[in-house]
């Protein structure tokens, strides 16, 4: 297992019993461990052993200024179980066992990821799939549900991941695990109860409210300056989610950091202009990097590898380009995600629309489809693309539109937009975004940070009136308010756009040959996954239903089928 993650480097602690890892990412150096947060600690005399990886930002069941490390986290454990956790903030995973016992915790948000299974009566656990795959005789069996799922939304959400035997802890939950017994979880982190009645969320000046967002913030990227110190660098797209953290943190800086942005080349879509107005304004040192496909296509496989379950966004792409462009110049990544799930990005705007003034047939399970259609992925390709003897195994309304129902049908949050994300940040956010980031930069030996990921943002977010986060068609009203003057007026101003991998071009020049060969007739047939005359029709860009989307549903089998041949067969990386 340490040889399969050994990309991350690893320590080891050991007991009479057994032996617990953590990994602090390439730890040869003397004091990699301890700059990550990551340690281990053991007491002979209970017969048990913690082990963290990530780091642990504050317990606010202590106060402000507790920044328990792991020999206090053992300890609390041990005074009052799994429960101890229920105030950590911050992005790590623990290990703890505890005579036979083994507990499993992920934090609040799901910056960080745990996996598990059970072979031949042994507990396997580990931070990567990759990790658990290597115990000897660990079967590796596809599971249908989840290549529907990952073809409807670009990854695979909830606890299964896309091998049958492997399992993910969800984020802000603890796993336990004894010889004997099932396994029981517990979702430890529910920032859905922060919510206030609409009265009463209004009772506060909208002023106020962006007052305590502007501090909240504030907080956030302070706490981790205390981990990462003032070397690392910023990934800065244009868009107002980075534009605000680098703004804040070149705030609390006293030298001028060091930010990068993404393009793809001259007559492809880029926010350079957003993001050159960002730096200048704020005082950053700023770079612009080119990715182009004769660049990242040698190391394609190598991707997918690091990504270990397959999540079909380009963007995963340009992260892991970025982060080995600044590896060897920082240990530490900043960024802008958490924006869209905490506070209201544009794609909810669509939901609320058919919400409250319908347009759609309104039968049974029609929000779970209109949220699911919103991706815009390959929702509507699912029956197209696979094979019959695939099909079967797949009941939609459970694998697909039950995946979503029990958040619509919770009884907390109470408001649909609330409601929705919700399901953005325990989904798309602990199963897309924050878990491809952390692989990329995890690939180059980096560690990602993520202020506006943060425990009391989610909080905050789920308090605050929803005309805060969404209004009149606009996103993101708190954080445009809060940093009004501090970022550029355009920045406020535009509308998102995202980070357009221009696939659908590329796929059609430069990566056409790639993709025909990888996904030949031949090899799918022999699969027996994907239907070959369809594919075909998409590597054609001719099908007759609806927006081809050729390039990115060609991204995501490509992804999956490379993934599949160097997991489930064998190939070579």
Known sequence: ??????????????????????????????????????????????????????????????????????????????ERGPAFCEGLRGSFVLAIRHGERVTLVRDG?????????????????????????????????????????????????????????????????????????????????RFEEAELDPAEADATPAAEWVERFREAHARAVADRLRVAGPGGVAFLSGGIDSSVVVAELQQQLDAPLRTY??????????????????????????EEVLVAPGDFLPRMRRIVWHLDEPIGDPVAMPNFELARRVAGEARFVWNGEGGDPLFGGPKNLSMMLHHWYGGVERGPGFRERMYLASYRRAYSEVERLLTPDVLRE??????????????????????FLHKLLAINMRLKGAHLILPKVERMLAAHGLTPLSPLFDERLARLSFAMPAGLKLRGGVEKIVLKEAYAGRVPAEVIARKKSGMRVPVNFWLQGDMRRYAKKALGKRALRRAGIFDPARVKQLLDYRIDEGPGRYGLRLWMLLTFETWRRMVLEGEAV
Not at 261 to 286: D, N, W
Not at 394 to 415: K, Q, S
């Open 261 to 286: 942005a993404i393009h793809f080349g001259e007559g492809y879509p880029h926010e350079l202009p957003y993001a050159r107005a960002v730096a200048e304004q704020v005082g950053t040192r700023h």
């Open 394 to 415: 797949i009941a939609p309304e459970r694998d697909l539109e039950g995946v979503l129902t029990p958040f619509f049908e919770a009884e907390r949050p109470r408001l």
């Open 109 to 189: 948000l799901g910056a960080r990821t745990v996996y598990w299974g059970e072979h031949r009566g042994r507990f396997v656990f580990a931070v990567e799939p990759k990790g658990v795959l290597a115990v000897p005789g660990f079967p590796r069996r596809l599971r249908a549900a989840a290549l529907a799922q990952y073809l409807a939304m670009s990854f695979i959400p909830g606890e299964g991941t896309m091998l049958a035997d492997v399992f993910e802890v969800p984020a802000g939950s603890w796993l336990a695990w004894a010889p004997g017994e099932p396994a029981r979880q517990h979702r430890w982190f």
């Open 1 to 78: 297992m340490g040889a399969a993650l050994s990309h991350r480097g690893a320590a080891t602690a050991r007991t009479d019993a057994a032996a617990l890892g953590t990994l602090a990412y390439r730890a040869d150096r003397a004091d990699r461990a301890e700059t990550h947060g990551a340690g281990l600690a053991v007491d002979a005399a209970q017969d048990a052993a913690l082990a963290l990886t990530g780091f642990v930002l504050g317990d606010d069941a202590h106060g402000e200024g507790d920044h328990p490390d792991a020999a206090t986290l053992l300890s609390r454990y041990l």
